[in-house]
């Protein structure tokens, strides 16, 4: 484990809640919430030690109350609001699902949702003045975010003052003996090996089951695509943990979406266990430390400060915050990064690990039973962030593929839990390493929407050298880097694998499901361009086509999935199931037996920031105006783009508020197979799923013995009515309903079918275990600056 000091003990926490009750007392008694967390933070940050480099921006706790009656107490204007929505439209434009999630196909698992009413209707709202708070408002906004159900889908307000709450403890959902249907336990309790730790049986005063449904959709941030992963992301899990402490350089932090959640869930939890002990866990709120709030007096000046985009209100607060950076970057301490593998469950005697492993590599290999089977876990293909190279994954990849064949392993697991993507060549690559002489076919189209035709057409057209002329920001290299793939030709060819003769030849549009898409394309791995971004040839491609050897068998391979795989990391299975044939296994789930889908994180192929889009947009223009030499007009007819056309891109600036922002998915993947819907609608199971028991969860190994033993042919650990599920088939997702609704599969967990080992007496009374004396990972968590309120 990390040598990680919370940054607020709890004794401190309750000497400036001391304070806090006597000194307001004093002075009045009408203290504004905002400006009496202000000081909390500013008494609690004064505190805050860090030993860990990567806790950064660290959190600090404060009372929950206090923090949420200041997130209420920050103003908004809704013409404001009216106008924000206006902007994010405009961004949506090139969203590639939008079409489908209006009316998703039968195998989609999750609601539909209608993403432009839903953003008319709070502009409707605001229109009617409805919204009292920020807080409000980005409620409204979250709970949209967790309805597409795809993890690259962000809409950021800019409110850079953010509030989280969070839990003391974690919980987890096992099985006794991997047959049993899971129960919900506090992970503490399972980690410690508590021999008589008991099930939580009630939240609330509610089943714990229907109150767990609940929760996952009004209080979760992110949405996945089946229940079954909703309900794993609410538990702990390491290689979530692994995936994004590896990046653990402000962008990127893991808290469980039932620990922590970023809408206010009251002061704390009370709860009841089979053994009829009742328990409360109380909340705390976390803020970023890193704001210097002495001049914070009010939920306004919050709002002046951090959320509007009028500078002339605001306080000097960027020096001050780079002050508070300097700060606090002054206290970490250097430490080895390869000595140990510092995840909970996982064992520390790796064979392989990447290069600056745990300070942004997280790729690690494994021999277990005698070498007889190998392990390679990649809970990321994140690369470019932090100190990592792609090559150093790489490098890893084919590190372990050496290793593991020379001790003569004879089955390989890929363990993919907690791998929510990243860099998406890496996921081509890593495939290549594995079957080298596999062409790693894949499709993608997007939606064909006229931004991004404007777009394409400009930047296809420079990027292919018709436009050569051009000087300045735009020219033929930077319009191959910036039009490769989704946002033009460049790189891309034909679903036969030709060159286009055009962009327009790309563009299309196709009709399908009512709304309009690209034509079907696929990367272009000879393109120097695209090996540019790698900064390493792939493998087999450009100069590194030497004759490869295929190391292991499609049927010794399998891969292992808990249902966050998205991205990047369904990218690499879906080459891996389709293109090779290889099986995989997915753990966890909710309570009810049958199958799961192992990919369930988002199947949309990349995701751009609307930012970079609005950069490129803005290049667009620049380079279409009038100069000295030439007249704009010249040289837009040349490229046949209109005024109009590139007046409507989505272009900087103009915003109410700082950073009002979009993350987009613009690709679809599709099936080589018509009709075209994009995988992220289809319904794709495991070839087995399995239960998590008690032991996985302390000791990783065994999951990875369980999903060896499936690729050895032994099914029946598998959860019944999970061998072979809908769908899991190479080439040959599902269409059709699966059988299994959304609806259904939440009902159908029926949490009075579970087993019970102990009767539920009753209740002696609460023993208020507020354990936040056992905070440490809650209070060492870090701030995510994607994360909604
Ligand atoms: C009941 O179970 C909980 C959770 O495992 C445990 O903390 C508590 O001590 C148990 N109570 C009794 C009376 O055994
Ligand atoms: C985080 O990353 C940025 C650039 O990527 C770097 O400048 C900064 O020093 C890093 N911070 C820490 C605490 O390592
Ligand atoms: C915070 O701001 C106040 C007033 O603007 C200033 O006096 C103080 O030095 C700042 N503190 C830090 C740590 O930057
Ligand atoms: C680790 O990161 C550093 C800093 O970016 C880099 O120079 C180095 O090559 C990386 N790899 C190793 C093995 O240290
Ligand atoms: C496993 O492989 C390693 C490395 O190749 C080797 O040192 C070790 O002796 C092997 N162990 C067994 C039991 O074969
Ligand atoms: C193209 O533009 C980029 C960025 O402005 C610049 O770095 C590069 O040198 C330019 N290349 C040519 C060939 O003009
Ligand atoms: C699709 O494209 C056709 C032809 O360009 C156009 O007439 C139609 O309005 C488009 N539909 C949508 C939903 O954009
Ligand atoms: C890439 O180039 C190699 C060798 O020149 C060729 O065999 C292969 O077909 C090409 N791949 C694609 C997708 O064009
Ligand atoms: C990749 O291949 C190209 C063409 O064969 C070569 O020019 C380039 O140096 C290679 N790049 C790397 C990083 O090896
Ligand atoms: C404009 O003309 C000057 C001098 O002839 C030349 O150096 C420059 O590159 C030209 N600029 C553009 C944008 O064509």
Not at 424 to 433: G, H, I, N, P, V
Request: glycine share 8%; hydrophobic share 35%; net charge neutral.
């Amino acid at each position: 484990m990390w040598p990680v000091l919370a940054p607020v003990t709890m004794r401190s926490f309750f000497s400036v809640t001391v304070l806090a009750l006597i000194w307001p007392a004093v002075i009045a008694k009408d203290i504004e919430p905002c400006q009496r967390f202000a000081e909390m933070l500013l008494e609690g940050r004064s505190k805050t030690t860090l030993e860990n480099p990567y806790n950064y921006p660290a959190e600090v706790l404060v009372d929950a109350e206090t923090a949420y009656q200041c997130a209420t107490s920050i103003p908004i204007r809704n013409d404001h609001v009216v106008s924000v929505i206006g902007r994010f439209k405009k961004m949506l434009s090139m969203y590639s699902t939008l079409g489908f999630l209006k009316n998703p196909p039968a195998s989609y698992q999750q609601p539909p949702l209608d993403v432009i009413a839903y953003l008319d209707s709070l502009a409707e709202k605001a229109k009617q003045n409805q919204y009292a708070n920020f807080y409000e408002y980005e409620s409204d906004l979250s709970l949209m975010g967790y309805q597409v159900h795809d993890q690259h889908f962000r809409l950021r307000n800019g409110g850079m003052f953010k509030f989280r709450w969070h839990l003391p403890d974690d919980i987890v959902s096992v099985s006794r003996d991997g047959k049993e249907l899971p129960q919900v336990y506090v992970y503490s309790d399972i980690r410690r090996d508590v021999p008589s730790a008991s099930p939580i049986v009630e939240l609330e005063e509610e089943p714990v089951f229907s109150y767990l449904s609940r929760y996952a959709q009004t209080k979760s941030s992110i949405g996945l695509l089946e229940p079954h992963a909703e309900w794993n992301a609410l538990m702990y899990n390491p290689a979530v943990e692994f995936g994004t402490w590896g990046s653990r350089n402000g962008s990127s932090v893991y808290q469980s979406e039932f620990r922590s959640t970023s809408s206010y869930n009251g002061n704390s939890i009370k709860g009841k266990f089979a053994n009829g002990t009742g328990f409360e866990w109380k909340y705390m709120a976390g803020s970023k430390a890193i704001y210097n709030l002495t001049k914070v007096s009010s939920g306004k000046s919050i709002y002046d400060n951090w959320i509007s985009s009028d500078k002339k209100s605001r306080i000097r607060e960027t020096r001050e915050n780079e002050e508070m950076r300097k700060l606090f970057s002054k206290k970490t301490t250097a430490f080895d990064p390869v000595s140990s593998v510092p995840y909970p469950s996982y064992p520390d005697d790796p064979i392989v690990v990447q290069s600056n492993f745990s300070r942004g590599g997280t790729v690690s290999g494994y021999l277990l039973s005698d070498n007889s089977t190998g392990v390679l876990s990649i809970p990321s293909f994140l690369a470019g962030t932090y100190k990592e190279s792609p090559e150093e994954l790489h490098t890893a990849v084919a590190e372990f593929i050496a290793k593991s064949r020379e001790a003569g392993a004879k089955k390989i697991v890929i363990d993919l839990s907690g791998n929510r993507g990243s860099f998406l060549f890496l996921a081509y690559d890593t495939f290549r390493q594995f079957f080298p002489k596999m062409d790693p076919f894949s499709l993608a189209n997007s939606r064909a929407s006229k931004n991004l035709n404007t777009i394409g057409s400009v930047l296809s057209q420079i990027a292919m050298g018709s436009a050569e002329s051009l000087t300045g920001p735009l020219n033929r290299t930077m319009a191959q880097q910036l039009g490769a793939g989704d946002l033009g030709m460049y790189g891309t060819l034909s679903r036969e694998s030709k060159p286009w003769k055009s962009w327009e030849e790309l563009f299309g549009p196709v009709t399908v499901n009512g709304d309009n898409y690209t034509n079907p394309w696929r990367y272009d791995f000879n393109s120097s361009r695209i090996i540019g971004q790698l900064k390493f040839n792939m493998t087999g491609y450009e100069d590194n086509h030497r004759d490869y050897e295929q190391a292991f068998d499609p049927k010794d391979i399998i891969l292992l999935h808990d249902g966050h795989c998205g991205s990047a990391c369904f990218i690499f299975s879906n080459l891996m199931k389709n293109i090779a044939g290889v099986k995989s296994v997915s753990v966890g789930g909710m309570p009810v037996n049958g199958p799961m889908q192992g990919v369930a994180g988002t199947r949309g192929c990349q995701v751009r920031q609307s930012t970079a889009i609005a950069k490129i947009s803005l290049m667009i223009k620049l380079v279409l105006s009038d100069t000295k030499n030439r007249s704009a007009e010249a040289v837009r007819s040349n490229l046949g783009v209109t005024r109009e056309e590139i007046e409507s891109l989505p272009l900087p600036g103009g915003s109410p508020w700082r950073d009002v922002s979009a993350g987009i998915n613009t690709l679809n993947c599709i099936p080589r197979s018509d009709p075209q819907i994009p995988y992220q609608f289809l319904y794709e199971a495991s070839n087995c799923r399995l239960f998590y028991t008690m032991d996985m969860v302390r000791d990783v190994t065994h999951l990875w013995k369980a999903a060896a033993a499936v690729a050895g042919g032994y099914t029946s650990a598998c959860v019944p009515g999970s061998v072979e599920g809908p769908g899991s088939k190479p080439n040959k997702p599902l269409y059709a309903s699966p059988g299994i609704s959304y609806a259904d599969v939440w009902r159908n967990g029926d949490w009075s079918k579970l087993p019970r080992d102990e009767p539920i007496e009753n209740n002696g009374g609460f023993c208020s275990t507020s354990r936040v004396g056992g905070s440490v990972r809650v209070a060492a968590a870090i701030f995510a600056f994607a994360w909604l309120l």
